[in-house]
């Protein structure tokens, strides 16, 4: 319970927000409950997945760099790349091509890349 009003704080709030690795984080404030530490890691990955879809890097790249290792938090990596994905849809690369160029393994983002695709080249849901 106190940790998880911890995780409100505005000092841990500002740590997140200033890109601080989520694994320092929970050191600095002694976070060790598993639910505490999956929310931590996904409010990291909101923190920094914007400047760094921004400058181009792959979710491969920011995974490692950001220690991201849960499911959820990785799902929400990829889906901050749905907008940049759209548009590489529109210049004609494939979905295959734009999973493999930004690193996108999770099932909740790549169906929704395959429902982009799909539906920008058939305007509707009906299969290739």
């Known amino acids: 319970m106190l940790e998880q009003r911890l995780l409100t704080s505005e000092t841990l ?9 989520w694994r320092r984080i929970a050191e600095r404030y002694g976070i060790t409950l598993m639910s505490c530490l999956d929310k931590l890691q996904l409010d990291c990955v909101n923190a920094v997945a914007v400047n760094a879809v921004r400058n181009g890097e792959g979710c491969q790249t920011i995974a490692m760099r950001y220690g991201i290792i849960t499911p959820g ?38 169906s929704k890349l395959i429902t982009q695709y799909v539906t920008y080249h058939n305007g509707n849901l009906t299969p290739l």
């Open 73 to 110: 938090a990785r799902a929400a990596l990829e889906e901050h790349y749905l907008e940049r994905t759209m548009a590489d849809i529109r210049a004609g690369d494939h979905y295959r091509t734009i999973a493999a160029r930004y690193g996108m393994t999770s099932t909740p983002a790549l």
């Open 13 to 21: 709030q500002r740590d997140i927000k200033n890109g601080d690795h």
